[in-house]
Structures are given as C-alpha cells and as structure tokens.
C-alpha cells in the first residue's frame, strides 16, 4: 500500500501522534496522509510534509494503518467506509473515546483487525500516556505498531479492552485533574496578593513535582510524608483537606468518569 499511516481527522490529536511519529522516525511524512473537512488543518499538516485530502475514501483505500481520529458522534457518517478495509493487510485503530472494538465492527460491517488506544493531552508535548488494546479480530502482534507509535509521544501500556474505561478515568481525563488544582492555587495565590506570579508558581510546582514522582523510588505517600513536617504549613493545608473529605472527592471524580466511559460504550 502506498502509506504506512492514514489519518481520518486531523486535530490536535492526530498532530501530535503524527510529529512523534515522524520526530521518532517511526515513518517518514510521505508515508503518511491525512483527510480532514477543514483546510487550515490540513494546511498545517501538508507544512509536515504529510500529504492531506477531503477524501476519506483514500485513507481506507491506501494505507496500511488507518487511525480514526474523530468525534465519537462523527464516526457513524464515517463507519460505512470501513466495509471497503481490507482486514488481511489492514489495521484499524482508535482513538476515539467510548467507543468498543465489537461497536466498530458492527458498524463497519465485517471483522476487522481494531487496536483501541486512549491516549491523553500531554501527548502534545512528548509526555503522554496511552493505553492500547487488541480486539477480538486481532491476530498476535497487531499492536506493535501502535504501541511504537503511542510510546514515541510518551508512555504506552499494552492492557485489555475492558481496562480501557478505568484508563480513561485515570489518564486519558486525568490532565484536566491536574489542571483542575492548579487553578485552585492560582486561586489562592490571587487571595494572598501574589498576582500574575500565582500562575507561574502553581505550574511550575506541579510541573516539579510530577517530575520528581516519576524519577524517585518512592511512592507518592512517601514523597508527600517528606514535604509534612509536623506541625508545619504543609501538614495545615493537608489536614485542612482531609477534614473536608477532598481525598475522597478527588476518588469518587474518578470512579464517575469510569461510569460515564462505561455507559458512553453502551
């Protein structure tokens, strides 16, 4: 086939699997093609060197890794191409969240060779993390490629499909988590009269902070009880949270995104 990766949508997405992919040197630009309604997305990525089209037809037709990269409410108008794959030499895979390897097949119309991967935002910065399934028509080592792919952007985890709810749960929402406290402090930096520096201090800290669980041998409870000196700021605030349950908000937040992936797959 004349590609090795085809893209059905071309957002941030897909961008930024594209340049690890690319940067990495996992397939060169002109081994890739993109399709896409929008012209300044497909703009941006021909200034890849990627080749790009308005045709989805292409995509199915002429590579040999097809990532469907849209909307979930958009991948029924694209289902139908999919009874055009050829599933002896071509591999489907997913991004698109809530959506089941079984649902793809059905509505493509036949067994296909379908790798689910959900990956997460920070993939646009080379720091992602992705979860990547095989589907019950998958034949042993369908999600090599896939697995390359995702790990060049970051980190790729080989689990099975039923996983994927709790992954999404975690990781795949889990940036807006972070994003979500680091607010808060710049919130309570606002309070405490520190200004625009607030952003810049609660970024940074997470940004360190993040770093330094990933590189320590200790678990998070163990880097936490370090930073707690008895009696100190730190213990205060956390104290403070602890009496208002925000532990056990932050848990339950999550078991709801679990919930809601599960019955968005239904």
């Known amino acids: 086939m004349k590609y090795k990766l085809g893209l059905i949508g071309a957002g941030n997405m897909a961008e930024a699997v594209a340049k690890a992919a690319i940067e990495q040197g996992l397939v ?17 990525f021909a200034s890849l060197g990627i080749n ?39 591999i489907i895979i ?29 993939m646009m910065v080379m720091q992602g993390m992705a979860g990547v399934a095989c589907g019950e028509s998958c034949q042993p080592g369908d999600d090599a490629f896939a697995m390359q792919l995702f790990g060049a952007a970051g980190k790729a985890v080989s689990v099975s499909e039923s996983d994927i709810d709790a992954i999404t749960a975690i990781s795949g929402s889990g940036p807006a988590y972070i994003f979500y406290l680091a607010e808060a402090m710049e919130e309570a930096a ?25 590189r320590s ?21 956390l104290e403070y949270m602890e009496q208002h349950n925000v ?20």
Not at 56 to 81: C, H, S, W, Y
Not at 102 to 118: F, N, Y
Not at 247 to 266: F, N, P, V, W, Y
């Open 28 to 44: 060169t630009a002109d081994k890739i093609i993109a399709s896409d309604t929008n012209p300044e997305r497909r703009d941006l």
């Open 190 to 214: 606002k309070q405490m009269g520190l200004g625009d520096d607030g952003a810049v201090l609660a970024q940074q800290t997470i940004l360190g902070a993040a770093l330094l669980l990933g």
């Open 52 to 90: 790009v089209t308005e045709d989805n037809d292409l995509i199915v037709t002429e590579a040999r890794q097809i990532m469907l990269a849209v909307k979930p409410q958009v991948f029924p108008d694209v289902a139908g191409l999919l009874g055009k794959v050829d599933a002896q030499r071509q």
């Open 217 to 237: 041998p200790d678990t998070a409870g163990e880097l936490r009880r370090k930073v707690t000196s008895p009696g100190g700021t730190t213990q205060a605030a």
């Open 94 to 122: 997913s991004i698109m969240a809530g959506i089941t390897t079984a649902k793809i097949e059905e509505l493509a119309g036949q067994p296909l060779r379908v790798i689910r991967v959900m990956p997460n935002t920070p």
């Open 247 to 266: 532990r056990q908000a932050i848990t339950d937040g999550i078991l709801k995104a679990q919930a809601r992936s599960i019955e968005l797959g239904k």
